[in-house]
Every structure is written in C-alpha cells, then in structure tokens.
C-alpha cells in the first residue's frame, strides 16, 4: 500500500475510518483491527533501520539487461519453467499463500490447460528470482500477432491515422495490464490473479470467450519475488519499487517499464493492501499537470464505480468480517491520496496511454505487526478475503473493459494526437468530464509545453548521454543535430540532441525535464515527493524552449546515445569527478592498484602509464580522460573503504560510484566492529552514538578523530557534534517537506557542482564554530524551485526560514549535507558532492603530504 495521512472527507464515506477498534463496529475477536483503522502516516525510507542489503544484489540491478518484450511469434507462448528449491521459509506460506517456488509449477499447469495461456521471463529481480508475465488471449498465429503489434504501433506514432482506420476499430485486442505484488509484503493479488487466469483458461461461456477474442490480458504475477519470500515491502536492495519509475534504478521497474511501452495498456490494475475499506483510485488532489486528465478522469472513475459495487457485492461487512465498503479518493476525500508524482505505476502508466490507471488496496492487514501477532488462523481468514476483494476488482475490470473496450482504445489514441500535434490540454470539469461528481477548481491542473528541450553539447558529456540513454528507455523521442543550428535566439553546436515536444508522449517527456512546480499553496502535506526534475537533478544542461520550430533544424532521430569517453593519446591524463561514472572509474583505477593522484581542483590526476586502463574504463563508463597540464599540488589516493550507516537509496548509490561499502549500525558496532577494515563513516540512518556501549562509542569516537565522518540529515549531525568534530546546530525544517531546491556551492566538496539539490526533511545549520566552513548554502529568497515545503504551525521550518543558510558544512574530520544528495538514487548531479566528500575525509589524517605536479 500507500502509507499517507488522511484529511477529511469530500463528503462521506471517510468518516467511517475514525472509527477505532473498541467501537461498535468490532464484535468478534480479530477482526481486522489492523488494517489501518485511522489516520495512516507517510512512508519514510526507513530512517531509523540502516540498510543491508547484500552486495551481489546492487550488481544485479545494476548490470541487468533490457527485457525486449516486442517479439510478434503467435500466442501461446509455451515455455516449460524449471522449478524453484522449496523454500519453507518464503512468508507466503503462514498465509495460506502461494509460495514463490510453487509459482513456476503453477503457471506451467495452467498452460497445459488449454491455448489461452503464455508465460514469458521477463526478467529477473535484484535478488535474481524469475518476473513472470502471463498473457491470457485469444489464440493468435504468427500473422495475427504481427497485425496486432502494427495496429500498436500505428496509435503511437500515428494517431491521427489510426482514428479513422476502421480495421483498427474492429480488429484491434485490448491490452489490460494487472500489476501484483510490488511490495512484497502484500501478497494477494497475486493469489487472485492466478484464480483468476485459470477460470479464464477453461471458461467456455460467450462473454470469456467475447473479452480474449478482443483484448490481451497481462498479468505481472509478482513484480518483487524478493519482498514476498521475505515478506518485506522492498526488494533485495531495499527499494520500494512503487517509488522507482522515474528513477528506474532496480530491474523490477525496468521490467514493468518495459511491459507498459511493449503492451501499450489501456487499463492497469496495481494491487496493494491494506487500507480498509478497500481504496479504489481515482485520487485526490494535486493531479499531475502533465497528463491528459480529463480522458484519465472519465475512464479511471468509471472503473472504479464498476469495482466498488463488485467489491461491496461480495457480502463483506464490519461486523461480521471486519470489512468496511470501498471507498474512492477522489470522491471521498479532500487531500492526502495524491497522482501528483509519476513514481507509482499507476500514474507512469497514464504516460504511456494508460486510460484508466488504479491502485487498489485490499482491506484487511496481514504484513507488519499483524503477520507476528495475529494466529496463523486468522491470517489465513484475512488472506481469504483478501483474495476474494482482489479477484472482485480484477473481474469487475474485465466486464468494464468488454463493454468499454472501444472507448478506452478510442481515448488512448486521444492522448497520442495530442501529444503529437502539440494540442492543448483539456482542463476537467462537470462538462468535459460528465458523469464525475464533485470536479472542482481544486482538481484543475494543466501546463504549458515548451516547444523543445535542447541539451547541448559539450557540457557535461557523460550526464548529458546518461539522461538521452534513460529518455530513450522511457520511449521519449530524441534527435540529434548534424550541424550547428539556431532556435530560439540561441546557436546550438553539432551533437547537441534536441526533444521536440510535439511527439505522442510529450508528458513523459515534460514530467522528467520539466522544473516542476512548487505546489506548496495548493495541499497541507503530500503523499510522497512533490520535485524530482531530472531536468535539474542529473547534472545535465537542459534547456527549455518556448518558441521557434526544431524542424528547421538538421535533427537525425537517435535510438542510443553517442558515446562520449575518451582518452588523450599522450601524457598524464586528467579525470573531472563531475558524475557517478566518473567517480566509478576512479575507484576502479585505484582497486587496480593505478597510483591516482588528486588536484586541487577535485579533478584526479592518471598517470600515462595507466592509459590502457583509462581506455577501458572510458569506453564501460563512458567518461573522458583529457590532458593533464599544469596539475599543481597534488596528492596520492588510495582506495576509499567506506562504513556507511545509510538508507538503501544511498547504500545503492554508494555502490554505483563502485565504493567498497560495508553497512554498518547501532547493533554492528556494539557487537564489535573493526575499524580498521574502513577509512571513513558514512552516516544518516540507523547508527546513535548514544545507544551505544561504552567499548563501542570510545571505539567510534577514536577512529573519528583519526580519519573523519560524512553526515547526511539530522542524525548525521548528531553524530558529528556528538562525537566532537565540529561546533554547528543542525536546525530541522518541516519533517514532510520535499523537493528541488536552489543552492549556492562555495567550498572545495561542492566546487563546480550543479546549483540545484534535492530535500526530503530539509535541514540547515547554524552558530557556526571556529575551523567549521559553509560548503553551501540555501538561495536565497524562496529556495524551493518544485515540490511542497511549508512552513510549521509556528512559523518555523519552512523555506524563507532555510534560505541563505548553509546546507553543506565541513571541518578537519567531517562534513554535514543538509540536503539529500543521494536521495533513492536518484540526484545523479549531486552524488559527486559525496564522492568528494569521502574522499576528503578519508584521506584527512593518513599522513599523506601534497606532492609537486
């Protein structure tokens, strides 16, 4: 599920939710009592529980390949899977569950059950376990497949054309994607899925046979096998994948990414649990101001309308199940449950032609505390009517999308024509979207295209092909100019690339280049993130522009980004850590042993003898080494071995920039730790110096006085001024504040750093001590460039509080950051700042002296 605090109601239905489990309602023991009876609270990354995830995970994820998905061989797609080892210990089973090692035998039992039913690998999870993609249709031969995939096509890329193709109308299959079990610890609607596709397998009456005859059922089975063996709501690098989609940092995400640009759905399921009574999408305000919402809106609460009278209809009651009646955010609630954001599947996949995009939360609480609490028998009753809810909702679409089926197509390649011809938006209201009660101003939310995105060459290579690389992935249009070119008052060089706004998925395009907006005003408190704009964040120059036409221009449309490493032919070669992959190849020069040298500029110094490396590296990390001239004062590197006590996002990003990480915690250290296998401490989650023993904090603050401390947020402060490093008061701003924000770097750590960071629970520091230096600082004015910051109820804590004041400070043997500069893994722009401020740290006392260049 969603974890969010709830407002009151639109009008009616969320009033049942205050009541507690000593009311009336709650007759019989164990009653779903669990299963978020009040007000729920937004989802932290597990601030207080460092990460630990295991190293071979992070290679996974970051090694995975693409699944193509694109094949036009004739349904079904037969593959006999091998089995899984039992695993008694997989969490599914005290449920009453499917285990992860019964879902291969499954599937290839259901497809012997007939011709309906295909299993695809789609890929596999961080942890390495299977993704399953079951297709359930109509049998196709080769031929019709292949007309299928055209047809597909066709309403991206020329929707104007496929309006009127009456053979389209008639011919074309549905696609319905069904999301499961993306966090792991919600198991069921994998369970019900299955059921689901084994009636659907064998049915032989006229309306099955009508729905497979003219669409294509995908389902997901369970998108994080990882989190469902362990019955945790992340996958094996500690991700919750249903935050990841602009991102894409964990293969589960690139693989759905995939299935919604290869299946083009125009209807998708995600289910979650639990929030009783059932939660059933459309949302609340703040909508996302860069889908087509008005065709969303229809078809999404249509749906939901369907699925609340199937899930109400099965009987369930409070008294005698503990199961309240289906609710709708949209109607029912007045803020808390928002779409603002593209990071939850339902709201990417409205980018990619999705009409009709729910998240759905089971009602009754099994996972968590309830999971050690509860007997195994009334779990098991739980699970059952879980599943029960689940298969409602998945039966009541599927009769929505039989009858509808020509509509929702219909609206889908409204979304593409739009995109395309540069069409406005339609704000939503009682007269463009009839049939939805209660549209008001405070659900109106459009933008205004920009023409174009240039991003030009020569600055930042390596961010620049990065970003091209991942609009790629996410099917954004990008071309590239053969020679130089003029637009909009400004001369761009060859190789620039430029995004044309006009093309079928211009709000994907706008929602990951876009600043975004700052919605402060708008809402009390946001669900999750409010600004992520990769625009700012990936270190890349995005350029916004509002007029002229990139058709003029000699624009070659690309399928990959240029490569752009490099290597001087001569002399000692010079490395800028100005990205992740930069930053990687330096750690891999030193864990060759290659004698690494560091300028004053942050910039690191190879020797020539090392070019052979250096070739290798530019071309897998696709980064330049240049000529070193006049390098001055430098000093020798050695390998940078880090103990970090951090959040998975940074523990992930850590690995990225190929540090040797080993987690560490409270526990960890008071259970002996020796620091003498590490050069450094991480710190922001999970490690409180005032937990500690007596052995183990004399330990920690001897080798922090000896080497140094990188802090992040309020905990990483503590730290540093608990063990005496340096004299600052952290101030914490608003705890549910977050975005991009403007920043002024003016110290060696972020000397040339981009001039935007990211918060998540800003802080900023004050009562600056003697030898303590401001690394950055808060802009002034209103810092907050997207995203929702308020200020408290007392006035304290919000932007105009924060601005000026410094977010990043450093002493001898520490530096503090204010910011979240490895947030999710996501700010790509800012993980160089820690990358320089681990090796700074890390290098303080080793009693290495400056050498001439």
Same mark, same amino acid.
């Given at each position: 599920?969603?974890?969010t605090?709830t407002?009151?109601?639109?009008?009616?239905?969320?009033?049942?939710? @205050?009541l507690?489990t000593?009311?009336?309602?709650?007759?019989?023991?164990h009653?779903?009592?669990?299963?978020?009876?009040?007000?729920?609270?937004r989802?932290?990354?597990s601030?207080s529980?460092?990460?630990r995830?295991p190293l071979?995970?992070a290679?996974q994820?970051?090694?995975?390949?693409?699944?193509?998905?694109?094949?036009t061989r004739?349904?079904?797609?037969?593959q006999?899977?091998?089995?899984?080892?039992?695993?008694?210990?997989?969490?599914?089973?005290?449920?009453g569950l499917?285990?992860?090692?019964?879902?291969?035998?499954?599937?290839?039992a259901l497809?012997a059950?007939?011709d309906r039913?295909?299993?695809?690998?789609?890929?596999?999870?961080a942890?390495?376990?299977?993704l399953y993609l079951?297709?359930?249709t109509?049998? &196709?031969?080769?031929?019709?497949a292949?007309?299928?995939e055209?047809?597909?096509a066709?309403?991206?890329n020329?929707?104007a054309v496929?309006?009127?193709?009456p053979?389209l109308?008639?011919?074309?299959?549905?696609?319905?994607?069904?999301?499961?079990?993306?966090h792991?610890?919600?198991?069921?609607?994998?369970?019900?899925?299955?059921?689901?596709?084994e009636?659907?397998a064998t049915?032989?009456?006229?309306r099955?046979? $009508?729905?497979?005859a003219h669409s294509?059922?995908y389902?997901?089975?369970?998108?994080?096998p990882?989190?469902?063996?362990a019955g945790?709501r992340a996958?094996?690098?500690?991700? $919750?994948l249903?935050?990841?989609?602009?991102t894409?940092?964990?293969?589960e995400?690139?693989a759905?990414?995939?299935?919604?640009?290869?299946?083009?759905?125009?209807?998708?399921?995600?289910?979650?649990?639990?929030?009783n009574?059932?939660?059933?999408e459309?949302?609340?305000?703040p909508?996302?101001?860069?889908y &087509?919402?008005?065709?969303?809106l229809?078809n999404?609460?249509?749906n939901?309308?369907g699925?609340?009278?199937?899930?109400?209809?099965l009987?369930?009651?409070p008294?005698?199940?503990g199961?309240?009646?289906?609710?709708?955010? !949209?109607?029912?609630? &007045?803020?808390g449950?928002d779409?603002?954001?593209?990071?939850?599947?339902?709201?990417?996949?409205?980018?990619?032609?999705t009409v @009709?995009?729910?998240?759905v939360e089971?009602?009754? %609480?099994v996972?968590?505390?309830?999971y050690t609490?509860?007997?195994?028998s009334?779990?098991r009753?739980?699970?059952?009517?879980?599943?029960?809810?689940?298969?409602?909702a +998945?039966?009541?679409t599927?009769?929505?999308?039989r009858t &509808?089926r020509?509509?929702l197509v219909?609206? %889908?390649?409204e979304?593409?024509?739009r995109g395309?011809?540069g069409a406005? %938006?339609?704000?939503?209201?009682?007269?463009?979207?009839?049939g939805?009660?209660?549209?008001g101003?405070e659900?109106?939310?459009t933008t205004?295209?920009?023409r174009?995105?240039?991003?030009?060459?020569?600055?930042?290579?390596?961010s620049?092909?990065?970003?091209v690389?991942h *609009?790629l992935?996410?099917?954004?249009r990008?071309?590239?100019?053969?020679? /130089?070119?003029?637009?909009?008052?400004?001369?761009?060089?060859?190789?620039s690339?430029?995004v044309?706004?006009?093309?079928?998925? #211009?709000?994907l395009?706008?929602v990951? +280049?876009?600043?975004?907006?700052?919605?402060?005003?708008?809402?009390?408190?946001?669900?999750d993130i409010s600004?992520?704009?990769?625009?700012?964040?990936?270190?890349?120059?995005?350029v916004?522009?509002q007029?002229g036409?990139?058709?003029?221009?000699?624009?070659?449309?690309?399928?990959?980004a240029?490569?752009v490493?490099?290597?001087?032919p001569?002399g000692?070669?010079r490395?800028?850590?100005d990205?992740?992959?930069?930053?990687?190849?330096l750690?891999?020069?030193?864990? %060759?042993?290659?004698?690494?040298r560091?300028?004053?500029?942050?910039?690191?110094?190879v020797?020539?003898? @090392?070019r052979?490396?250096a070739?290798e590296?530019?071309?897998?990390h696709d980064?330049?080494f240049?000529?070193?001239?006049r390098?001055?004062a430098?000093?020798?590197l050695?390998r940078?071995?880090?103990?970090?006590a951090v959040?998975?996002?940074?523990?992930?990003?850590?690995?990225?920039?190929?540090?040797?990480?080993?987690p560490?915690?409270t526990?960890v250290?008071n259970?002996?730790?020796?620091?003498?296998?590490v050069?450094?401490?991480f710190?922001?989650?999970?490690?409180?110096?005032a937990?500690?023993?007596?052995a183990?904090r004399?330990?920690?603050?001897? !080798?922090l006085?000896g080497?140094?401390l990188?802090? #992040?947020?309020?905990?990483?402060?503590?730290?540093g001024?608990?063990?005496?490093?340096?004299?600052?008061?952290?101030?914490?701003?608003?705890?549910?504040a977050n975005?991009?924000?403007?920043?002024?770097?003016?110290?060696?750590?972020?000397?040339g750093?981009p001039d935007?960071?990211?918060?998540?629970a800003?802080?900023?520091?004050?009562?600056?001590? /003697?030898?303590?230096?401001?690394?950055?600082?808060?802009?002034?004015?209103?810092?907050?460039v997207?995203?929702?910051?308020?200020?408290l109820?007392?006035?304290?804590?919000?932007?105009?509080?924060?601005?000026?004041?410094?977010s990043?400070?450093?002493?001898?043997?520490?530096v503090?950051?204010g910011?979240?500069p *490895?947030?999710r893994?996501h700010?790509?722009?800012q993980? /160089?700042?820690?990358?320089?401020?681990l090796?700074?740290?890390?290098?303080?006392s080793?009693?290495?002296?400056?050498?001439?260049?």
């Open positions: 599920m969603r974890t605090r407002t009151p109601a639109r009008p009616v239905l969320f009033a049942a939710l @205050a507690t000593t009311g009336s309602l709650w007759l019989t023991p009653t779903a009592t669990g299963a978020e009876p009040g007000p729920v609270t989802d932290r990354d601030v529980a460092p990460a995830s071979h995970a290679r994820a970051l090694t995975a390949p693409t699944p193509d998905l694109t094949a004739g349904y079904p797609r037969r006999v899977l091998s089995p899984d080892p039992v695993n008694p210990a997989d969490k599914s089973l005290k449920l499917t285990p992860y090692h019964a879902i291969a035998p499954r599937l290839n497809q059950l007939g039913v295909s299993v695809e690998v789609v890929g596999r999870s942890g390495g376990h299977r079951v297709t359930v109509a049998p &196709e031969t080769p031929r019709q292949r007309d299928q055209r047809m597909r066709l309403i991206e020329a929707p496929a309006a009127g193709d053979a109308k008639s011919a074309y299959k549905t696609p319905v994607f069904f999301n499961n079990n993306i792991g610890n919600e198991w069921e609607g994998t369970d019900a899925s299955l059921e689901l596709i009636q659907l049915a032989d009456d006229r099955t046979r $009508d729905l497979l294509r059922l389902f997901n089975i369970t998108a994080n990882d989190g469902r063996i945790t996958n094996a690098n500690g991700f $919750d249903n935050r990841d989609f602009v894409a940092s964990q293969p995400a690139r759905m990414r995939q299935i919604e640009i290869d299946k083009q759905p125009a209807v998708m399921l995600d289910l979650h649990g639990y929030v009574g059932t939660l059933i459309p949302t609340t305000p909508h996302g101001e860069n &087509e919402y008005d065709l969303f229809k999404t609460y249509a939901a309308l699925m609340e009278a199937a899930v109400n209809g009987g369930y009651t008294a005698k199940d199961v309240r009646p289906a609710q709708i955010p !949209f109607r029912d609630q &007045e803020e449950w779409d603002w954001p593209p990071i939850f599947t339902p709201q990417y996949a409205a980018f990619h032609g @009709a995009a729910h998240t089971i009602p009754l %609480q996972n968590n505390a309830a609490s509860l007997p195994e009334e779990l009753r739980r699970s059952a009517v879980n599943v029960d809810v689940a298969g409602a +998945l039966r009541a599927l009769d929505f999308v &509808e020509t509509a219909a609206d %889908q390649i979304v593409f024509r395309a011809a406005a %938006q339609v704000p939503v209201s009682a007269e463009t979207v009839p939805v009660p209660g549209i101003p659900d109106v939310y205004v295209f920009p174009a995105y240039v991003l030009p060459a020569g600055s930042t290579p390596t620049t092909a990065r970003l690389g *609009l992935a996410n099917d954004v990008v071309t590239r100019a053969t020679r /130089p070119f003029r637009l909009a008052g400004r001369t761009y060089a060859t190789g690339y430029v044309d706004m006009r093309q079928p998925k #211009r709000g395009a706008n990951l +280049l876009a600043d975004g907006r700052d919605i402060s005003d708008k809402v009390s408190v946001m669900y600004g992520w704009s990769l625009g700012r964040l990936w270190g890349a120059e995005v916004a522009v007029g036409s990139p058709a003029a221009a000699a624009l070659r449309p690309v399928t990959r240029v490569p490493g490099t290597v001087a001569r000692d070669l490395l800028r850590l990205d992740p992959a930069a930053v990687a190849a750690n891999s020069l030193l864990r %060759q042993g290659v004698q690494v560091r300028a004053a500029d942050g910039s690191v110094i020797p020539a003898s @090392a052979r490396q070739a590296l530019a071309r897998t980064v330049s240049t000529t070193a001239s390098t001055g430098t000093t020798p050695h940078v071995r880090v103990a970090a959040t998975a996002g940074e523990l992930f990003a850590l690995r990225e920039m190929g540090f040797d990480v080993t560490v915690s526990a250290l259970a002996g730790f020796d620091w003498s296998s050069d450094v401490l710190a922001s989650a999970g490690l409180d110096r937990a500690l023993t007596v183990a004399s330990a920690l603050d001897a !080798f006085q080497h140094g990188v802090g #992040r947020g309020a905990d990483g402060a503590a730290l001024t608990g063990a005496g490093l340096l004299d600052v008061t952290a101030v914490e701003g608003n705890g549910d975005g991009v924000v403007r920043v002024v770097n003016a110290g060696p750590v972020t000397a750093a935007h960071g990211f918060v998540y800003p802080v900023w520091f004050t009562g600056l001590g /003697p030898g303590v230096r401001v690394e950055q600082s808060y802009a002034a004015g209103n810092p907050l997207s995203g929702h910051w308020r200020a109820a007392d006035g304290a804590g919000g932007p105009a509080a924060a601005a000026g004041q410094p990043a400070v450093s002493a001898p043997h520490a503090l950051f910011t979240e *490895l947030f893994d700010p790509k722009g993980f /160089p700042q820690v990358a320089q401020a090796i700074t740290m890390a290098h303080a080793s009693g290495l002296v400056e050498e001439s260049g």
